[in-house]
């Protein structure tokens, strides 16, 4: 637990709390914080308990990860606990965005909330994206044209699931269908549910609980990884797929 004593001193100062202050609030000696921040004894299982309870951070990440580096929003509320979300940064402390790769996709959903598998993501840098925590996500199907397989999604991460907006696209990983990339419709106040819709009209719309939900990134841009085919970029290839789509581009038929 050799990690312990510098997140307790951390998490402490992040506070603005004096040993004192916190030794009041959990109950105990000053003498007793003091001794676990300069190492000299360790917090036992009670008192990691309620170090845990106080921070709102699970026991292990209080055990197993040097939060040092980590600022107050480097925590994300999830339930009644804050679960550690790292925002890793380049050595100008440019914010810089985790790319999951298509072959990591699937271990996403054991590996989102791990903050050792987050680290071992590769990173890229993207400076004109506006503020927030942002991640890269492989597109998969043909469901979300003209997005093509092998894209990614840069989303933003939403952490009040008050701010998702009709008719946007986000990337939500879900319990029971891992990774998807959708347009949301929001019943959450009506059914608690979220209505996905594909922007393909070969695939139906389909509802979840909104408690199926465990992360939500909001579009922010798209990297392609694949060139277009010629024919793909005739302004009548073009009419035709969002006349599949049910959009009506007067402008572009006039063009043709």
């Known amino acids: 637990m050799e990690n ?147 894209s990614y999604v840069v989303g933003k991460f939403i952490e009040d699931r008050k701010d998702i907006t009709d008719n946007k696209t986000y990337v939500l990983l879900t319990l029971n269908d891992g990774m998807v990339y959708k347009r949301i419709n929001n019943s959450i106040k009506e059914r608690n549910t979220l209505l996905l819709i594909s922007d393909n009209p070969l695939y139906q719309p389909y509802e979840i609980s909104i408690d199926e939900v465990l992360e939500i990134w909001e579009y922010t841009c798209s990297i392609n990884t694949q060139e277009y085919d010629k024919d793909e970029l005739k302004i009548s290839s073009i009419i035709t797929m969002f006349n599949s789509l049910g959009v009506e581009l007067e402008a572009l038929k006039n063009i043709s």
Not at 13 to 42: H, W
Not at 81 to 94: A, C, G, M, Y
Not at 122 to 150: C, N, V, W, Y
């Open 4 to 150: 312990i004593q510098k997140n307790i001193r951390h998490l402490r100062n992040l506070k603005s709390l004096t040993q004192e202050e916190l030794a009041e609030d959990l109950k105990v000696p000053r003498s007793r914080i003091s001794s676990y921040e300069e190492g000299r004894s360790a917090p036992n299982i009670k008192m990691l308990v309620l170090l845990s309870n106080y921070f709102k951070i699970p026991v292990d990440i209080l055990i197993k990860n040097d939060l040092t580096k980590s600022k107050d929003t480097s925590f994300i509320e999830v339930g009644n606990k804050r679960v550690l979300f790292p925002i890793t940064v380049d050595e100008s402390n440019e914010n810089l965005i985790e790319v999951v790769p298509v072959k990591a996709s699937a271990g996403y959903l054991s590996g989102y909330d791990d903050p050792e598998y987050i680290e071992q993501l590769q990173k890229i840098k993207l400076p004109f994206l506006p503020t927030g925590k942002h991640r890269a996500f492989p597109i998969k199907g043909d469901s979300m044209l003209p997005l093509k397989e092998g």
